[in-house]
């Protein structure tokens, strides 16, 4: 079993902050991509950055610049920072996971969501 556990979420003013963590546990053999999705309601699941086994990083051309994903291979960890936050930024936010199992089964897994509310 693998189990993905988000924080970070709230609400906060145009212009400001915060701070996503997904942290992966479970029968994990080996972490491959890691990135993070959101979602408006009645909207599609739209990806937001990802980055690689390796380190490389790709973003969603409305967040680069403003907003940097790290993860943290030791801790099974992947995080979204979120600076000069807009209020288009709205939106749960999901993590993803593609992972080898212990069992070697390959999969994606999802976080639980967290909503990101920025206020004007």
């Known amino acids: 079993q693998v189990q993905l556990v988000e924080s970070g979420g709230g609400l906060v003013q145009a212009g400001g902050s915060l701070r996503l963590s997904c942290a992966a546990s479970?029968?994990?053999?080996?972490?491959?991509?890691m990135g993070w999705y959101r979602q408006v309601l009645g909207k599609q699941r739209e990806l937001v950055a990802t980055i690689t086994s390796g380190g490389s990083t790709d973003y969603e051309d409305s967040v680069k610049g403003r907003f940097t994903i790290s993860r943290d291979n030791a801790k099974n960890t992947v995080y979204l920072q979120m600076n000069s936050l807009k209020p288009e930024d709205t939106a749960v936010y999901y993590c993803?996971?593609?992972?080898?199992?212990?069992?070697?089964?390959?999969?994606?897994?999802w976080g639980q969501g967290t909503q990101v509310t920025v206020s004007s």
């Open positions: 993803n996971v593609a992972l080898w199992t212990i069992a070697l089964i390959r999969g994606d897994y």
């Open positions: 479970g029968s994990i053999l080996r972490i491959n991509a």
